[in-house]
């Protein structure tokens, strides 16, 4: 079990069917809240119960592949969330909406975490001034 006494509020995480990192450092960072991004297509009822289960909100956005939507999607939830603690979790997802995902928060100032599939640990790749990096 991962423990990285931090606190954070709200996780927004890219699903993907056959990645790791979401659940782990929602669980063990103690978030409030995850943000999954997703495709119509993706199942992500799973997820979304184990998440529950540990008390921990879900909220689900179908994201798009077109480049400049996504960038638009993600400049929408970073102005919608602005008064509150967001957190890029860049450990799964599709290599585009990561990517896009990364720019954004990173012209934004948020930090910017991953875990590591193989070691389950957790990198910070960028942080706020007030975050702390251990």
């Avoid at 967001?86 to 948020?110: C, H, M």
Wanted: glycine share 4%; aromatic share 12%; hydrophobic share 40%.
């Amino acid at each position: 079990m991962i423990d990285y006494n931090a606190y954070m509020q709200i996780h927004i995480a890219i699903y993907h069917p056959r990645r790791a990192g979401i659940l782990s450092a929602a669980i063990d960072l103690k978030a409030d809240r995850v943000i999954l991004l997703h495709r119509q297509e993706d199942i992500i009822d799973g997820i979304k119960s184990v998440l529950s289960s540990r008390g921990i909100a879900c909220q689900t956005m179908v994201v798009d592949f077109d480049t400049d939507n996504l960038r638009q999607q993600f400049a929408s939830l970073l102005e919608q969330h602005q008064s509150e603690e967001l957190y890029f979790n860049a450990s799964s997802g599709y290599k585009k909406i990561i990517l896009i995902g990364f720019e954004q928060f990173n012209a934004y100032g948020y930090p910017i975490f991953m875990v590591d599939k193989f070691t389950d640990e957790l990198y910070w790749l960028t942080t706020r001034a007030d975050q702390p990096t251990a």
